[in-house]
């Protein structure tokens, strides 16, 4: 099959030399190679331009190189083509072990004596909550939600979840839905959020949400920027000095140099790594489900268009 790869990626080339590596029997092209877009049978691509799509005529399916599934379907002429996502084991281990950092520097107090620390101040010591103390709100269940949940669950926290339409039957937590936003957030002591980017979920953590939220907690944000209003964030920080904010993703990517949460000491900033996608692990996730095409002719989508991720 012809297979054209596109990645924004820093290390793009070791993901295109592992993709040439595990699909040795397949062409891959890339920009470079000037193809005629209609051969292409498969686009590999993560922030795929958007002009390219339109002359893919004979795709048969889109295989995004990372978790998220935004990037394909911002674009124009989007076709009703499979979309295949990686799901990769290692992407939920990091997730779980980012979520989990931040969580225990908030419960330990561990920005307060690092601030303490700045300034040579030694502060009395001051009290910790144990893990049975705090219930973790987990927004988003997919293959990512679904696992930090459950391991966080684990080792000791109250772990609840909230899900926008469907109640996920025989699932072991207790899981909220729309109707029950108010009491999700209100028992939270934390809330993650690993929404995916929607129309839904824009803005959907916004003045309103946060005024709900306890006076002394923490926001994670490893989904999507988009579900958070970074204004209604940052005046609800000033106003409520117990509230921390720990964020991967953003509105806009880098986040500019002028940015109001650079400053702010009650944010945690980490540039889009809470889970770095592994080249090699990712790539032989994709190359499994291509395999799987390869033999039966079929491959099953992982969106729905209508949901939208
Ligand atoms: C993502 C990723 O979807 O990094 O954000 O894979």
Redo the contacts with the bound molecule.
Sequence with gaps: MNIFFYATYSNQEEFFQTIKKKFKHDKIFTIKDNVDLSKIDIAMVWNLPSNFLKKMVNLKAIF??????DHVLKLPNIRKVPIIR?KDPT?RIRMYNHVLSQILIFQLKLKIYDEAQRKKNWINERYTPLNSELTIGIMGFGYIGSFVALNIKKIGYNVIGFKKNVVTKNFPLEIYDSSSLNKFIKKSDIIVSILPETKKTKNFINANFLKKMKESSLLINIG?GSAVNELDLIKHIKKNPNFYASLD?FNKEPLKKNHKFWPNKNITITP?VA???DHDSSISYLYKRFMDFKKTGKIKSDVDLKLGY
């Design positions: 995004s190189i990372g978790a998220g599934v990686v992407m999507r993703v889009h889970a770095i996608t």
